[in-house]
């Protein structure tokens, strides 16, 4: 079981801030574009016709994101465990958006998958089914943020390298990549085949 609702949690932020950053709980715009120039970064040249699911895709912003910077994939496919996100990002990004629970259900297959901010209220063993989920639903690989360190707390969860590295291994990572130090407690790691 989570450690809260998640769709109680994601519903009280989208009902209090709409459909902007803070809808889904970022501290803010600034933030969210960071960690999506970090995921971004990481795929480099890769993200140019690819097709890129969108794990906890939310509004889809990150498809907005790739717009604004010139970055055009094959394909973008988002997937969001709420029906109200996924009802929102069909409106804004007029792309296949699919409601299902990652954890749950089995994904359809992409070149790369990316995830932006959905680990956070996790357990520490969802956390892991869903990088297993969506690693094992790529071709080339899954590039993800999470909020880093040893922290504890009730509500949000953190990874930290440990946890990171014996996932890798586990899943037969052939390379793993990672940027740190752009935001306090954050990282954006890359599992690549």
Not at 44 to 71: K, R, T, W
Not at 140 to 145: D, E, H, K, L, M
Request: net charge negative.
């Amino acid at each position: 079981m989570p450690r809260i609702d998640s769709e109680k949690f994601y519903l009280a932020s989208l009902k209090k801030h709409g459909a902007t950053s803070r809808g889904l709980n970022w501290s803010s715009d600034v933030h969210q574009s960071i960690r999506f120039e970090k995921i971004a970064a990481l795929l480099g040249d890769a993200l140019n016709e690819s097709v890129i699911g969108d794990a906890g895709c939310g509004f889809g912003d990150f498809y907005h994101y790739l717009q604004a910077n010139n970055l055009h994939v094959k394909k973008y496919l988002g997937i969001d465990s709420l029906k109200e996100m996924c009802e929102i990002a069909t409106q804004k990004t007029e792309c296949e958006i699919i409601h299902a629970d990652i954890i749950k259900e089995a994904l359809p297959m992409a070149d790369y998958y990316i995830c932006s901010g959905a680990l956070n209220i996790l357990t520490p063993f969802e956390t892991q089914l869903f990088i297993r989920s969506c690693y094992q639903s790529s071709t080339q690989g899954f590039v993800f943020n999470a909020l880093y360190g040893d922290k504890k707390s009730d509500i949000y969860n953190y990874i930290n390298m440990d946890t990171i590295q014996s996932l890798a291994k586990s899943l037969h990572v052939k390379s793993v990549s990672f940027i740190e130090g752009y935001i306090e407690h954050d990282i954006t790691v890359g599992f690549f085949k």
